[in-house]
């Protein structure tokens, strides 16, 4: 009863978050209506009885990331809205599409995989605390590891030698 | 469960009030520690020693005009001052101060609440509140607030990382990510015996984090005028200024909790060893501050990045290196 109540508050709240952050024009008012959705959806993770990932949702996304978009759009200082919404005719419409083939996708697997049980808990999931995590991504899960460690490595070496202007 | 909704509202309303006489007395400490290092007085008008001073001061504040700079944005600005406050706060709500005791027949633990996560939580928590700073250079419309804005951002991402690091090595020695467990862990040795470069790259990233002298750049008065606070007055001003002490206040038991040994220690009870560990370190902070000049911007970053990030890392390589050949 109070896990599900919870478990709706939690997603309300995302849901109008994330709705306010492509509806609001002010790129800075979008920003912390897209940091509430990450505290909502982090409260869903320890709902489902996962801190590990709920707290590193925090940490890494409205702690870390999202300053440094903060940063970047106060930097720019983007006006309102001209900067924005000037896009192409046919990226819009490219990006409606693509937008809704994603949202099929979701709603099809989570259509396929909801399963008996109350809203805000899985049945028989392992607890998503640090030691589990841990243990699979250096076991199952160590190739697919490695391989975003390269990527993200490949991706500081690209920063660093666009970001270098007299490099020869 | 009602014995624990009690106890818990209980151990809540006595740190929460704890904290912020700390906060408040801490100005005072703060004011008379540095008039005694350069040869002054410091307040001595107001009762006592000037111990009403605080509360002299916190009355004046709430009399000031709070004032809406034009063409700030009003919801952002009004916003700012409590994102900068309330995470403050809230951090201390998984640190350790003391053993269980015995209170009417209950085993009551002197933490809040603990989380097998604590380390990480307190390290998000703290880590959102330069949002505050962040929001109130923006909303205030004014070049300087900004600039100290940006200033912050910049730092405490850079630092942050450095500060999570250097935590690491004492994740591996006490193998829990929960705060009790790590005090529990230094029965018979404190950490910063076995993690001594740990310990000093978590003592300058944590300066660094709660903006204080010789990390101070987001609020360089003498450049910035006060940075991204310029704008504000009343008990705006007031909220940004004790967000800042119970930062102060946070990071030392921080500190005290994994590198000291938090409560431990001989003779004296838990709590009290726990505060003298604390106040040692708020020392350090205010004699920090009277002594070392300000760095340059540019210093500050190089600093961050090309001597302490590589430092926590190498940190982390020998711990793991010891622990795993001991194994």
């Given at each position: 009863m109070f896990t599900a109540f919870v478990f709706y508050l939690f997603a309300a709240v995302a849901l109008a978050g994330a709705l306010f952050v492509v509806l609001q024009r002010n790129p800075v008012y979008s920003a912390l209506a897209l940091i509430l959705t990450l505290f909502a959806v982090s409260g869903l993770f320890f709902l489902l009885n996962t801190p590990f990932i709920g707290i590193l949702q925090i940490l890494v996304y409205a702690g870390a990331i999202m300053v440094l978009y903060l940063f970047v759009i106060m930097l720019l200082?983007?006006?309102?809205e001209e900067s924005i919404l000037r896009a192409h005719r046919l990226q819009r419409v490219v990006g409606t599409l693509l937008g809704g083939l994603l949202l099929v996708v979701v709603a099809a697997v989570a259509i396929r995989q909801a399963g008996p049980g109350a809203p805000g808990s899985v049945p028989g999931a392992a607890p998503g605390t640090a030691e589990a995590v841990g243990r699979a991504l250096f076991s199952d899960f160590l190739f697919p590891f490695e391989m975003a460690s390269i990527l993200l490595l490949a991706a500081i070496v690209g920063a660093i030698v666009m970001a270098k202007e007299d490099l020869r | 469960m009602a014995a624990f909704l009690i106890t818990a509202f209980i151990k809540i309303f006595i740190v929460f009030n704890l904290i912020l006489l700390t906060a408040a007395y801490l100005t005072w400490l703060e004011r008379k520690l540095i008039a005694r290092l350069q040869v002054r007085l410091g307040?001595?008008?107001?009762g006592p020693f000037g111990l009403l001073q605080p509360i002299a001061d916190a009355i004046k504040l709430f009399c000031k005009e709070d004032i809406l700079p034009a063409r700030a944005n009003r919801f952002v600005y009004t916003l700012a001052p409590m994102v900068s406050l309330i995470p403050a706060v809230v951090?201390?709500?998984?640190?350790?101060?003391?053993d269980s005791v015995q209170v009417l027949g209950y085993k009551v633990d002197l933490v809040i609440t603990d989380v097998n996560i604590g380390v990480l939580y307190v390290l998000a928590i703290t880590s959102l509140g330069v949002y505050g700073l962040v929001l109130a250079g923006w909303a205030s419309n004014s070049k300087y607030a900004l600039l100290g804005a940006l200033r912050a951002s910049a730092q405490m991402i850079s630092y942050e990382l450095s500060l999570g690091l250097s935590v690491i090595g004492v994740l591996i020695l006490a193998g829990s990510l929960s705060l009790v467990d790590i005090v529990r862990a230094q029965e018979r040795v404190w950490f910063i015996l076995l993690q001594p470069l740990g310990f000093l790259i978590f003592l300058t990233c944590g300066v660094a984090e709660t903006n204080r002298?010789?990390?101070?750049l987001p609020e360089a008065e003498t450049e910035?005028?006060?940075?991204?606070?310029?704008?504000y007055s009343s008990m705006k001003f007031a909220m940004f200024f004790m967000a800042e002490y119970v930062n102060m206040v946070t990071v030392s038991a921080m500190a005290a909790t994994l590198f000291l040994g938090g409560w431990h220690g001989p003779l004296l009870p838990p709590v009290a060893w726990f505060m003298l560990k604390v106040f040692a370190f708020l020392f350090l902070f205010i004699w920090m501050r009277a002594t070392l000049p300000r760095l340059r911007y540019d210093q500050l970053m190089r600093f961050g990045w090309k001597v302490l990030l590589p430092l926590a890392l190498l940190n982390i390589l020998v711990t793991g290196l010891v622990v795993g050949l001991q194994a």
């Open positions: 200082n983007l006006s309102r | 307040p001595n008008r107001v951090a201390f709500a998984v640190i350790p101060f003391g002298a010789p990390f101070d910035l005028v006060a940075g991204f606070h310029v704008e």
